[in-house]
């Protein structure tokens, strides 16, 4: 299987910075994407951003413009750069990857905590 080891997490205030990675291993040669979700305390896991093996990003709206996601595609690694924290970044963060055959359905790594105070 596919093996996510994420870091990167912790307490920040408002208007600080973090960045989380995520290292995959395993059987990863069928990824075609990686990225980050999160999910807030009562919320469902949203997508917070992700990056395509050509290249291609995409984020949520909350978070373009504070937010860069980024890859070492030869250590398959996943990078997200966070600035500007806002209080309603909190929540946990989850490396994810999807791709062809049985990753399909993506995979989901066990999560880092994210909390800003304001």
């Known amino acids: 299987q596919v093996r996510l080891v994420e870091s990167g997490g912790g307490l920040v205030q408002a208007g600080e910075s973090l960045r989380l990675s995520c290292a995959a291993s395993?059987?990863?040669?069928?990824?075609?994407?990686m990225g980050w979700y999160r999910q807030a305390p009562g919320k469902q896991r949203e997508l917070v951003a992700i990056?395509?093996?050509?290249?291609?990003?995409n984020y949520a709206d909350s978070v373009k413009g504070r937010f860069t996601i980024s890859r070492d595609n030869a250590n398959n690694m996943v990078y997200l750069q966070m600035n500007s924290l806002k209080p309603e970044d909190t929540g946990v963060y989850y490396c994810?990857?999807?791709?062809?055959?049985?990753?399909?359905?993506?995979?989901w790594g066990q999560g880092t905590q994210v909390t800003v105070s304001s």
């Open positions: 990056a395509t093996n050509g290249g291609s990003t």
């Open positions: 994810y990857v999807a791709g062809s055959g049985w990753l399909s359905s993506g995979y």
């Open positions: 395993g059987r990863i040669s069928s990824i075609n994407r």
